[in-house]
């Protein structure tokens, strides 16, 4: 039993560990801003095809390539 106890407070911070961030918490834009754009950061998963919409590790829902966000951090 005390092992399930202590194993109890590292699931309650992995589940929230994986929550996204909203579009509006994160001031998600469509289009670039100074030259940064989604598909250019190593938080940006691409879309199927080139130019479709993807995915991000941090921001919430459907991700355009050409978009920007405060957590943009450019691929090296």
Not at 19 to 33: F, V
Request: aromatic content about 8%.
């Amino acid at each position: 039993m005390a092992a399930g106890l202590a194993a109890a407070p590292w699931l309650a911070r992995s589940a929230f560990a994986q929550a996204k961030a909203s579009k509006e918490a994160m001031k998600y834009q469509d289009q670039p801003k100074d030259g940064q754009r989604c598909d250019t950061c190593t938080q940006f998963d691409p879309g199927a095809k080139p130019g479709a919409q993807g995915t991000c590790k941090v921001v919430d829902g459907p991700i355009s390539p050409s978009g920007w966000c405060i957590a943009y951090v450019k691929k090296s």
